[in-house]
């Protein structure tokens, strides 16, 4: 579908590097095999959506690997912090001709191919539309335009994050629909509850 397009911001996944707090008390590893995962849920409900999609890397971009092997453009990532980066990416959406952009991480186990529709389906009759994650931050964020001031003055990963954007939604006197509330994988607790579940220490 022309109008829809999906921006998936992923890492391509590197000992060591993958998920650090997770490792911090389950060890690289698994950190790194449950990033994995993450990044294999996302890739199956991404490609259930009605939508084109676009796969953006924050590190290096592998000439192969599970994303290429679907019908997903690829991109790296440009951009000092970031809000720049996701802008970036929702700009060049736009100048494409999209009308609706919505932009997911890859690592939330709780995620699904209804969040992400559903969110499209809220922006026909609203202009922002985000997944509150249970951290302060959010998984999802839907626009019809870009919106700079949405992306800039935040101290990214932190648990002001989505209640600022909020308030930068309200400035702006935009319509905004609010996604039900869903925690991202950040830590070892955040694996319970989910088909993750199993690499909790016992």
Excluded: C
Excluded at 21 to 33: C, I, M, Q, V
Excluded at 100 to 120: M, P, Q, R, V
Excluded at 152 to 181: A, G, I, Y
């Amino acid at each position: 579908m022309k109008d829809n397009l999906l921006l998936i911001f992923v890492k391509h996944p590197v000992a060591g590097k993958a998920k650090t707090r997770l490792a911090a008390t389950l060890g690289h590893e698994k950190a790194l095999e449950i990033y994995k995962k993450l990044l294999a849920h996302t890739l199956k409900i991404s490609q259930k959506v009605k939508a084109s999609k676009e796969t953006w890397y924050g590190n290096q971009m592998p000439e192969n690997d599970l994303w290429s092997e679907a019908a997903f453009a690829r991109f790296q990532q440009f951009g000092e912090e970031l809000g720049d980066r996701m802008l970036n990416a929702f700009q060049m959406g736009f100048s494409k001709g999209y009308k609706k952009i919505i932009i997911i991480g890859s690592d939330n186990a709780l995620l699904t191919e209804a969040h992400i529709s559903t969110a499209f389906h809220s922006l026909e009759d609203h202009d922002v539309v985000i997944g509150p994650a249970k951290d302060g931050g959010y998984y999802l964020l839907g626009m019809k335009q870009a919106h700079d001031t949405i992306f800039h003055n935040k101290v990214w990963s932190t648990e002001t994050v989505f209640s600022d954007t909020v308030e930068d939604v309200k400035t702006l006197n935009l319509k905004l629909k609010v996604l039900e509330e869903l925690s991202d994988v950040d830590v070892e607790a955040d694996l319970k509850g989910t088909f993750l579940e199993t690499y909790l220490e016992n």
